[in-house]
């Protein structure tokens, strides 16, 4: 029996993006069409994930949306416009039945700062049609996710390079 899947990586530790990735080339490997929509991340910064996915051709796409993490001080308007946009392609990616994988990554995060609402995201999870695998990426996953949830994984930071003062690594944060 197939059944397509609600799939949560949360938690404070690393990995949450990593394991949606892998998961989602899997699925490519498998002649699945993957679309991931980043809520968060910048088009201004350039990963390896983005760059790598321009060659893994047409059924794999990263939608980079986001305008960067959110700190104190900040002018919210513009994340909020960069989170609505990303909450619109994810609901047009839903209702695309050649789409077999969705990635919401750092969905959590937009929620955390009040860029989309918890009921946004809720009605998004009901969109789902049946053989599509949804999965949501970020720290402070909501119970009433997680309840919606048919995996949730948690990751947990035991240890860090950046706790020494070790900066971002190209080929590893990015």
């Known amino acids: 029996m197939s059944k397509g899947l609600i799939i949560i990586f949360t938690g404070e530790g690393k990995g949450k993006t990593t394991a949606a990735l892998g998961m989602a080339l899997r699925a490519w490997g498998h002649e699945k069409k993957v679309l991931v929509i980043q809520f968060i991340k910048t088009k201004r910064f350039v990963t390896g994930e983005s760059l790598a996915a321009e060659r893994l051709g047409e059924r794999f796409t990263i939608k980079t949306m986001g305008e960067g993490f959110v700190s104190g001080g900040v002018d919210l308007d513009r994340h909020r416009i960069g989170a609505q946009r990303a909450l619109d392609s994810a609901r047009e990616a839903l209702s695309n039945p050649a789409i077999d994988v969705v990635v919401l990554d750092e969905i959590t995060w937009a929620l955390k700062y009040g860029l989309i609402s918890e009921k946004q995201v809720l009605d998004l ?19 009433s996710l997680i309840e919606a949830a048919d995996v949730v994984t948690e990751m947990k930071c035991v240890k860090h390079h950046y706790q020494r003062g070790v900066g971002a690594q190209k080929g590893v944060e990015y």
Do not use: C, E, F, Y
């Open 125 to 143: 999870i009901a969109l789902k049609p049946p053989a599509t695998h949804l999965v949501l990426t970020g720290r402070d996953a909501l119970p």
